[in-house]
């Protein structure tokens, strides 16, 4: 579970960085990029979520 939450934030965070160079700025690069940066935050608290269980 931990390596695909890892694939998905660095995928994300991947997407989220090229979609600045690939889309012409406008309303799709700004909804895309709002895509990726919720999978990111979701994927990271995912992440922090099972560090922290598997600490308890």
């Known amino acids: 579970m931990k390596a ?3 694939f998905v934030f660095c995928a ?3 997407a989220n960085v090229s979609l600045n160079f690939l889309v ?3 309303g799709l690069q700004i909804a895309l990029s ?3 940066g ?3 935050l979701a994927s990271g608290a995912g992440l922090w979520m ?3 269980e ?3």
């Open 12 to 14: 994300a965070i991947a």
């Open 38 to 40: 919720v999978v990111a």
């Open 54 to 56: 598997a600490r308890a």
């Open 4 to 6: 695909l939450l890892w």
């Open 50 to 52: 099972l560090r922290r």
């Open 34 to 36: 709002v895509v990726a």
């Open 24 to 26: 012409e700025e406008s």
